[in-house]
T-cell receptor, first 115, second 116 residues
């Protein structure tokens, strides 16, 4: 089954404790991206990657890191989480380009709470 | 820059009423895509429709219909004969070549509540 998986789905942590949210896709997609969703703000892009070893900042990259060492994985790293990073996080993947059949697949979301 | 505005924060309707969710966008791209996603209470994002900038034909899918008007930069979504299962947050989104074809810019969402 074609899918994007995220782990963990729920996480409660404390300020300053490094964490990683994993994202994996099985569709051989070049493009992967992270978004955060906050009430009243919709979804905002954190980082994206057009292919292995190619990453770039989105609209809200501060406090986050990413890596793309393998095509299927795109982990999101919070080196020193703060309460303002409490949010719902989505990973997405697709083939590169604006083709009419190029659907973007979203993971199920990771709800992160930083105390 | 890309911008999507969903001015309606929350809408409540009684079951079987029709409801229209508004979406207005801004872009300098000549080639772009518009999207609608549904987020039910369970939290996942459900893809509803993608429309490219060269196709202004309205689309109907069951009780759902979409009205794309480039002249007013709008891509409105109508649910006919609403049902309780339509209760969700709906997001309009935009992508375009100038800002990376795959990068989605979302509106702030409209929370629809359908009252039985």
């Amino acid at each position: 089954e074609a899918q994007v998986t995220q782990n963990p789905r729920y996480l409660i942590t404390v300020t300053g404790k490094k964490l990683t949210v994993t994202c994996s896709q099985n569709m051989n997609h070049e493009y992967m991206s992270w978004y955060r969703q906050d009430p009243g703000l919709g979804l905002r892009q954190i980082y994206y990657s057009m292919n292995v070893e190619v990453t770039d900042k989105g609209d809200v990259p501060e406090g986050y890191k990413v890596s793309r060492k393998e095509k299927r994985n795109f982990p999101l790293i919070l080196e020193s989480p703060s309460p303002n990073q409490t949010s719902l996080y989505f990973c997405a993947s697709s083939f590169v380009g604006l083709g009419p059949y190029n659907e973007q697949f979203f993971g199920p979301g990771t709800r992160l709470t930083v105390l | 820059a890309q911008k999507v505005t969903q001015a309606q924060t929350e809408i409540s309707v009684v079951e079987k009423e029709d409801v229209t969710l508004d979406c207005v966008y801004e872009t300098r791209d000549t080639t772009y895509y518009l999207f609608w996603y549904k987020q039910p209470p369970s939290g996942e994002l459900v893809f509803l429709i993608r429309r490219n900038s060269f196709d202004e034909q309205n689309e109907i899918s069951g009780r759902y219909s979409w009205n794309f008007q480039k002249s007013t930069s709008s891509f409105n979504f109508t649910i006919t004969a609403s049902q309780v299962v339509d209760s969700a947050v709906y997001f309009c989104a935009l992508s375009g070549a100038l800002t990376g074809a795959n990068n989605l810019f979302f509106g702030t969402g409209t929370r629809l509540t359908v009252i039985p």
